[in-house]
């Protein structure tokens, strides 16, 4: 034990002219919340074009489907300040996804991209009062006003507020619902391999993060 003792004396009456000038701080921060919030989907999150004719597809360019509308729903046992983002469960394989919005179908032999769908967050109601779907692209720092709709994806944060303070910034709900529109696309098929029956594999997650 004196030994011991002696050893970590050393050490430290060594540590200052040793060790002093190479450092570096690690600080945890968090934050725990009394609520939790719950987000639903109807249909049970699940969209079914049924079968295709590729004869039907367009060679040339994107063939668009009929647009799906489901019902988004956010549960929290007290009013609560959060935020939504979109998780592409199928990264890499959106044939179309220039401004970084669009979730994929999967892939065809390894690198023929199936196609592309859209997420988008509209008419957001709480407790019979309208809301608007904001975004933020700074993590929260700052909000935007949208009052058509807001995308739901990995790029940007989704909330629901309003701008009755003089500057859009989202409000602590209990409750919310809103539209989430479904918009599809197949990629040309001239691109495609086709010959035997492709299975859409779309897949996202939709995340909720605390404010």
């Known amino acids: 034990m004196r030994r011991q003792s002696l050893a970590l004396s050393l050490l430290i009456s060594l540590a200052p002219s040793t060790f002093a000038a190479s450092s570096v701080d690690l600080t945890v921060t968090g934050l725990i919340v009394p609520s939790a919030c719950t987000p639903t989907l109807s249909q049970g999150g699940v969209v079914d074009y049924g079968k295709l004719a590729a004869k039907d597809l367009s060679a040339d360019s994107s ?6 509308t489901l019902q988004l729903g956010v549960n929290c046992n007290g009013p609560t300040l959060f935020a939504l983002r979109g998780r592409d469960n199928r990264a890499g394989s959106a044939h179309l ?6 979730y994929g179908l999967g892939l065809i032999n390894g690198d023929q991209r199936l196609g592309t769908y859209l997420l988008s967050v509209r008419k957001p109601v709480s407790a019979g009062v309208t809301l608007h779907p ?4 700074d993590a ?3 909000w935007w006003q949208l009052p058509e709709g807001a995308w739901l994806s990995a790029l940007q944060m989704t909330a629901f507020g309003n701008d009755e303070s003089g500057q859009a910034a989202p409000v602590a709900l209990q ?3 809103s539209e989430l529109h479904v918009d599809t696309a197949i990629a040309p098929t001239s691109g495609l391999t086709l010959t035997e029956e492709v ?4 897949s996202a997650t939709a995340e909720l993060f605390y404010l």
């Open 140 to 142: 929260g720092q700052s």
């Open 175 to 177: 409750t919310v619902t």
């Open 63 to 68: 063939t668009w489907l009929p647009p799906v």
């Open 199 to 202: 299975a859409l594999d779309g």
């Open 134 to 137: 904001l975004m933020s692209l």
């Open 97 to 102: 996804d220039s401004y970084e919005h669009g």
